[in-house]
């Protein structure tokens, strides 16, 4: 019983250093600081977050169409802090975290890399979020996308070689 509350407060420990990992690399690469940037020219309300992420509070603008994004270790949203924070929206956060982490390894090339991740998933499905790499990572459902689409025809067509024959007329 003690080794188990030992490996507890390990497991703890170890998630508390990669939050810091997190916070670190992401203030180092800049990307935080971008965030933070944004964040004050548009006015919304910067708020301690959770496990070292910050949260900007009442985003504006009409883009993009999602009631929160990240930037660095900053998470934006239309929303208050508390709303992010409540216990039901858990899921949003560690998504939203997670993309956070996402910035820590890859720091100012994660937009062009994200960006060709939506533009890749566009094409093949109609959302920006189903076969983005960066998404799925984070968690389509805990993200607020649908968890599969089928391909866009053009594309399945494709991925079949023509091995199968279409049976319909047209
Ligand atoms: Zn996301």
Known sequence: MLA??????????ATRRRH?????????????????????ATRTRI???RNGVLI???WRLPMPPASCFTVGSVIITRRSAEWLLAEERAEL????SRHAGQYAVLGPLFWPAYWVACGWSYL???????????ERRA???AGGYPEELP???WLRRIWSGGRTHSTSGT
């Open 139 to 141: 968690g389509l459902k």
């Open 4 to 13: 188990a509350a030992n490996r507890a407060i390990g497991r703890g420990a």
């Open 151 to 153: 391909l866009r025809p």
């Open 124 to 134: 093949a499905t109609g959302s920006y979020g189903v076969h983005n790499y960066f």
């Open 47 to 49: 708020r301690r977050g």
């Open 56 to 58: 900007a509070e009442g």
């Open 93 to 96: 956060l560690a998504h939203e």
């Open 20 to 40: 810091v990992t997190r916070t670190v690399l992401t203030a180092a690469n800049g990307t935080t600081g971008a965030g933070l940037l944004l964040a004050l």
